[in-house]
């Protein structure tokens, strides 16, 4: 089992940028691909962005394109997510996951982080 803790979230203008950090712990990574999800107020989770742990292939949702950026940290263990000219329909609680590279399936879950784009 992976544990996830999100930091990173907060207030911000529309247009602002935040970096959202994944601080992972429990087990090694590799062959993982570690995902950022965000659900918003009355709306469904709905997948923002992954990364593949060991080769760093990045998978984003068409929405997110150009203004998102997933990385990984190997040595810090940690994933995060650039998020630029952000909108306030951004605005939602960001999540980390982590699923094992043999079923993809989003097992460990995070806490979520709060992120708020005012307009």
């Known amino acids: 089992q992976v544990q996830l803790v999100e930091s990173g979230g907060g207030l911000v203008q529309a247009g602002g940028s935040l970096r959202l950090s994944c601080a992972a712990s429990?087990?090694?990574?590799?062959?993982?691909?570690m995902g950022w999800f965000r659900q918003a107020p009355g709306k469904e989770r709905e997948f923002v962005a992954a990364?593949?742990?060991?080769?760093?292939?990045?998978y984003y949702a068409d929405s997110m394109k150009g203004r998102f950026t997933i990385s990984r940290d190997k040595a810090k263990n940690t994933v995060y997510l650039q998020m630029n000219s952000l909108k306030p329909e951004d605005t939602a609680v960001y999540y980390c996951?982590?699923?094992?590279?043999?079923?993809?399936?989003?097992?460990?879950w995070g806490q979520g982080t709060q992120v708020t784009v005012s307009s």
């Open positions: 429990g087990r090694t990574l590799s062959n993982y691909h």
């Open positions: 990364i593949s742990w060991n080769i760093g292939t990045t």
């Open positions: 996951a982590a699923a094992p590279g043999r079923t993809k399936e989003y097992g460990d």
